[in-house]
């Protein structure tokens, strides 16, 4: 009996181990085999397992993990806090997402930082308390959002310059009605004959000029409102900026330098030469400005398409687009000053210098042509805009012609 005893224990015993052999070689079938990336660590921090997705994302092999600290798989600068954190886990180990509220990076062989989520499993064992790790690279999700950022930011903008467009027409509207009346009777006045006085003359000859420049600053709002009249026109950026080469040196003056950079394959646009070569004036003037001490003002013609970004309609993201690109090495613009760079009467100018409507008109101008405008700007890096045009066709004409 006590050698059947004996017998029937080893048999059990024998049981027990293969089948706690079979669990873990099915634990480590589920961690291997699991779509994200599996790191399991003890509780001085050394990895004791991990799967092939770790091996992938991080560039290792295996062999070159196990027995490792945890610390070479996270940024250099998150390594001296890390066994403090680790420690605390350890001391209340529970189930939940590591370091809520915070941005986390895992670190490649290669040293390549990525963003990641991570989850934190504590497992009991007879050596103690191991800790898995499921790391999720969310680089995707961060591209993703970040564009979703700025589509919003940019179908903010447009809807703020479109109520400022609609308030700036109307007030623009009954602005040119006042002054129709006005000039109109000034013109009368100055017809009748009835001039007595030198200082009459002198008042008068001021009031027609004042007014003069009041229709002059009615057009420009309408311009920027896009309700102007436009005298579209079929035409190339490469032959309209070539014909404005000397004028655009002579706006720059000295320390400037001009560099044109015109693509051959360039196709034909729809829009008022006047207005965009005026538009191109009012951008390098601008640029002149940015740049006292000197500099270089680039200007670069391309066929375009539209970002889900840029593109305020479904239609504009299938269009193709000519591109004239104006980039100069001037101080740059913060932040605030590119929220605000196309508002009517903004100007970082002094009083006098400027009436700030100078690219209030080129955004109403290119937006009415059916296009739009990008601004990028930094301090101390310059300025580009961008000025998208829809492309008519696929015909050329060369910047020769």
């Known amino acids: 009996m006590i050698i059947e005893s004996k017998s029937v224990e080893r048999e059990r015993r024998t049981k027990d181990a293969q089948a706690l052999h079979e669990s873990e070689e099915r634990f480590r079938q589920v961690v291997e085999h699991a779509p994200n990336v599996m790191v399991m660590t003890n509780h001085l921090g050394n990895i004791v397992l991990v799967n092939s997705q770790a091996e992938v994302t991080f560039g290792y092999n295996r062999n070159e993990l196990i027995g490792c600290r945890i610390e070479m798989l996270i940024p250099e600068r998150f390594r001296a806090n890390h066994p403090s954190l680790r420690g605390a886990f350890f ?4 189930s939940r997402p590591m370091g809520v509220g915070s941005d986390l990076f895992g670190l490649t062989k290669d040293g390549r930082e990525f963003p990641v989520e991570i989850g934190l499993n504590p497992i009991e064992t007879e050596t103690g308390t191991i800790v898995i790790s499921s790391i999720v690279d969310i680089s995707e999700r961060k591209r993703l959002e970040a564009r979703l950022r700025v589509a919003d930011e940019a179908v903010h903008q447009a809807r703020k310059m479109e109520s400022l467009g ?5 007030i623009a509207h009954d602005f040119n009605n ?7 009777n000034l013109d009368i006045v100055r017809r009748s004959g009835e001039i007595k006085t030198q200082r009459i003359q002198l008042a008068l000859q001021s009031a027609t000029h004042g007014s003069a420049n009041a229709a002059k600053l009615t057009k420009q709002l309408l311009g920027f409102s896009r309700q102007q009249k436009l005298d579209p026109e079929r035409l190339s950026l490469n032959v309209l900026i070539k014909g404005m080469t000397g004028m655009l040196v002579l706006t720059l003056g000295t320390g400037i330098s001009l560099e044109l950079v015109l693509a051959e394959d360039v196709g034909t646009i729809s829009t008022d030469a006047s207005l965009l070569e005026n538009a191109l004036l009012n951008i390098a003037i601008n640029a002149r400005d940015a740049m006292p001490d000197g500099g270089r003002l680039k200007i670069v013609t391309s066929n375009s398409y539209l970002d889900a970004s840029d593109a305020i309609t479904e239609d504009a993201l299938q269009r193709p687009f000519c591109c004239l690109v104006v980039t100069d090495t001037g101080s740059g613009m913060t932040k605030e000053t590119r929220e ?17 409507l100078g690219l209030s008109q080129v955004y109403g101008f290119v ?13 101390g890096l310059g300025t580009t805009f961008r000025l998208h045009f829809p492309r008519l066709d696929s015909e050329v004409i060369p910047a020769s012609f």
């Not at 001391?91 to 529970?94: E, F, K």
């Not at 609609?166 to 109307?170: A, E, P």
């Open 91 to 94: 001391g209340h180990a529970t």
């Open 166 to 170: 609609h308030l700036t027409g109307g």
């Open 178 to 184: 006042a002054l129709t009346i006005i000039i109109g």
């Open 340 to 356: 605000k760079a196309f508002e009517p009467f903004f100007t970082t100018k002094g009083i006098g210098k400027g009436t700030g």
């Open 367 to 379: 937006n009415q042509s059916g296009g739009c405008v990008q601004l990028e700007s930094e301090i």
